[in-house]
């Protein structure tokens, strides 16, 4: 059973360019969370997302970013006309049911983008 | 609301001696709590979990006990080894979302 598969690993962008990342959650799980990660901070959470339906985006700055999960294929992670400041480590999580008591998050190995 | 609070690092130790990575939380109901590693240019890896105060979770020398009284889950472990040099990361669960603290450098010398 494949892990939580991010890609790409590592992203290049220039400034005004759109950056899409891609996550393929672990077989059977129908539940999707992104995070972001700076330079020696913290994980911030960003979205959480069931097939087809956008749960939790608190975390997620209104302009320019938007996620989805369909029905079929991989959550998508899309940030469009990239800063200098979106340049992080996104990673994303999966899980079987919402992540809560017993239940634990399965990570990727993250997406780091880099905006030149 | 619910968060989590971590001791800052880096922490600095010599292989084989204690180690305690402190972590506090806050929160309403019952939530779970867990410890997640990330090694260097690597995702995180689930290290411990505990679903329930009193509960001891316990993996690869590593052992956290939920104590509902003081709200906390410090990470300890006996004798670290050079490979555990990581960032250790506490999570609190139990609503939709893993919230984190912000993570604590660990760095062991031989």
């Known amino acids: 059973n494949a892990g939580v598969m991010q890609n790409p690993r590592h992203l290049v962008r220039r400034r005004g360019q759109e950056a899409r990342l891609r996550c393929s959650p672990m077989k059977g799980h129908s539940h999707v969370y992104w995070y972001r990660q700076l330079p020696e901070e913290g994980l911030k959470f960003m979205v959480y997302l069931q097939k087809e339906n956008i749960i939790d985006e608190s975390g997620m700055p209104k302009e320019r970013f938007s996620a989805e999960f369909p029905k079929e294929g991989p959550s998508i992670l899309r940030i469009q006309q990239v800063v200098r400041g979106d340049s992080a480590a996104y990673f994303c999580?999966?899980?079987?049911?919402?992540?809560?008591?017993?239940?634990?998050?399965?990570f990727g190995q993250g997406t780091r983008l880099t905006v030149v | 609301g619910n968060s989590v609070t971590q001791m800052e690092g880096p922490v600095t130790l010599s292989e084989e001696a204690f180690l305690t990575i402190n972590c506090t939380y806050t929160?309403?109901?019952?939530?779970?709590l867990f410890w997640y590693v990330q090694y260097p240019g690597e995702g995180l890896q689930l290290l411990l979990k505990?679903?329930?105060?009193?509960d001891k979770g316990s993996n690869k020398g590593f052992e956290a006990t939920y104590r509902k009284e003081t709200t906390s889950f410090h990470l300890e472990k006996g004798s670290v080894q050079v490979s555990d040099s990581a960032v250790y990361f506490c999570?609190?669960?139990?609503?939709?979302?893993?919230?984190f603290g912000t993570g604590t450098r660990l760095q062991v010398f031989p």
């Open positions: 929160a309403t109901g019952y939530p779970s």
């Open positions: 505990a679903t329930k105060a009193d």
């Open positions: 999570a609190l669960g139990g609503t939709d979302k893993l919230i």
């Open positions: 999580a999966s899980s079987p049911m919402g992540v809560g008591r017993n239940t634990e998050a399965f």
